[in-house]
C-alpha cells in the first residue's frame, strides 16, 4: 500500500513523489484508491498541511476527482471544531508578504492587483472557484477572509450566473462566518452586476441560505445585520 515495508511504514520520499504527483496527474489518472489515500493522509499531523496546499492547487480543475467539489464535500461533512483546528488553523497567515501560499496565488489570480488584467472565467471554473474561497472564510485570519471575500465578488463579477448556482452548496454550512461573507459577496454581486436574471437568482439564493441560518434548528446562530438584511 504505497509501497509500505514490512512494518507498514511508507518512506517520506515515497509520501513526497505522491503528494507531488498530485499536481501532475491528469484526472482521468485520479483513481479511488488516490482518493483513499488522500484521506488518510489528512489525519497525518505531519502531512495535513501538505496536503492542503496541494488540493487548492487542484481545486479549480473541472471534472478533477479532488477538485473544489470534493474539498466542499470532504469540509462541509466535518463539525467546526475538528474543521477549525485543522483547516482553519491552517489558513492563517496565508496572506502574509513573505508566504508565497497556494492560497495566496489563487486568491491574487481572481483578484489581482490591477483588475483591468482579470480574464474570463469560465462556468465550471466559477463554480468551482467560488467553493474554494468559500472555504477560505472559516479562517480567524480576517486578511484571508477580506481578500477571499473580494475574490468571490470578483469572480460572481465575470460569471453571475454560477455564483448564484455555488451559493446553495453552503446552505447547510454550520460555519457563520461563510454564511456572513458569502452574503457580503452576494451583495457586491447584485450591486455589480449588468444580468438581471443572475442578478434575481444570487438574491434569491441568498435570501433561502439565510431563511435557512436563522431556522429553529440553529439557536447557536446570532443575529447579523449584514447577513439579516437580506
Same mark, same amino acid.
Not at 501560499?101 to 489563487?106: F, P, T
Given at each position: 500500500d504505497m509501497a509500505a515495508d514490512d512494518d507498514g511504514r511508507v518512506s517520506y520520499?515515497? &509520501? #513526497?513523489?505522491?503528494?507531488? +504527483? $498530485? $499536481?501532475? %496527474?491528469? =484526472?482521468? +489518472? &485520479?483513481? =479511488? *484508491? !488516490?482518493v483513499e489515500i488522500v484521506e488518510r493522509l489528512l489525519s497525518d499531523d505531519y502531512r495535513v498541511g501538505e496536503v492542503w496546499d496541494r488540493l487548492i492547487r487542484i481545486a479549480c480543475i473541472p471534472g478533477h476527482p479532488l477538485n473544489?467539489?470534493?474539498?466542499?464535500? *470532504?469540509?462541509?461533512?466535518?463539525? &467546526?471544531?475538528?474543521? @477549525?483546528?485543522?483547516w482553519s488553523t491552517w489558513l492563517v497567515g496565508a496572506m502574509d508578504i513573505d508566504h508565497k501560499?497556494?492560497?495566496? %496565488?489563487?486568491i491574487e489570480w481572481a483578484w489581482p492587483? @490591477?483588475? %483591468?488584467?482579470?480574464?474570463?472565467? =469560465? #462556468? #465550471?471554473?466559477?463554480?468551482?472557484a467560488t467553493q474554494m474561497?468559500?472555504?477560505? $472564510?472559516? !479562517?480567524? @485570519?480576517?486578511? &484571508?477572509?477580506?481578500?477571499?471575500?473580494? /475574490?468571490i465578488t470578483s469572480i460572481a463579477d465575470r460569471a453571475p450566473a454560477a455564483f448564484a448556482q455555488a451559493l446553495p452548496r453552503f446552505r447547510d454550512t454550520n460555519d457563520p462566518y461563510v454564511l456572513e461573507r458569502l452574503a457580503a459577496a452576494a451583495c457586491g454581486a447584485v450591486l455589480r452586476t449588468g444580468n438581471a436574471g443572475a442578478a434575481?437568482?444570487? /438574491? @434569491?439564493?441568498?435570501? !433561502?441560505?439565510?431563511?435557512?441560518?436563522?431556522?429553529k434548528e440553529r439557536q447557536w446562530t446570532s443575529f447579523n445585520m449584514i447577513v439579516g438584511s437580506l
Open positions: 520520499d515515497i &509520501v #513526497d513523489g505522491f503528494l507531488e +504527483s $498530485l $499536481l501532475l %496527474r491528469s =484526472p482521468d +489518472s &485520479v483513481s =479511488p *484508491h !488516490t473544489a467539489e470534493w474539498l466542499h464535500a *470532504h469540509l462541509a461533512a466535518c463539525d &467546526v471544531a475538528d474543521r @477549525d483546528g485543522s501560499s497556494a492560497v495566496r %496565488r489563487l492587483s @490591477d483588475l %483591468r488584467a482579470r480574464a474570463a472565467v =469560465p #462556468d #465550471d471554473v466559477a463554480m468551482l474561497f468559500g472555504w477560505l $472564510l472559516t !479562517t480567524t @485570519d480576517r486578511r &484571508v477572509r477580506d481578500r477571499a471575500t473580494k /475574490a434575481k437568482q444570487i /438574491a @434569491d439564493n441568498g435570501r !433561502t441560505q439565510i431563511s435557512n441560518l436563522y431556522s
